[in-house]
């Protein structure tokens, strides 16, 4: 359970006001772009799935799909490579 007075207190003193600030709050618009989306940048399954399978032929020789599946510490590796390598975010 959360103790809501701890929480509340963080904002005001004032257990009302509190809860006002807060309804102002949630009711605010906010333009913000929390995960960086941006239109356009958007890849399809198909396409992530072409791109690894290539970028596997290239540079990870004799490793597969299957394996990336099946195995979490090759897909660590793997990843980690995509990161250094290309400039793909892990969202990508």
Do not use: C, H, P
Not at 17 to 36: A, G, P, V, W, Y
Not at 43 to 53: A, D, H, I, M, Q
Not at 58 to 65: L, Q
Request: aromatic share 8%; hydrophobic share 35%.
């Amino acid at each position: 359970m959360v103790d809501t007075k701890v929480i509340l207190s963080l904002v005001a003193n004032d257990r009302k006001k509190t809860i006002q600030e807060f309804k102002k709050f949630s009711i605010e618009k906010d333009e913000s772009e929390f995960l960086n989306i941006e239109e356009g940048n958007s890849w399809t399954v198909e396409e992530v799935r072409s791109y690894l399978e290539e970028y596997l032929t290239k540079r990870w020789s004799g490793k597969s799909m299957e394996e990336l599946i099946n195995n979490k510490d090759t897909r660590g590796v793997i990843i980690r490579d995509l990161k250094t390598n290309t400039r793909l975010s892990v969202r990508e």
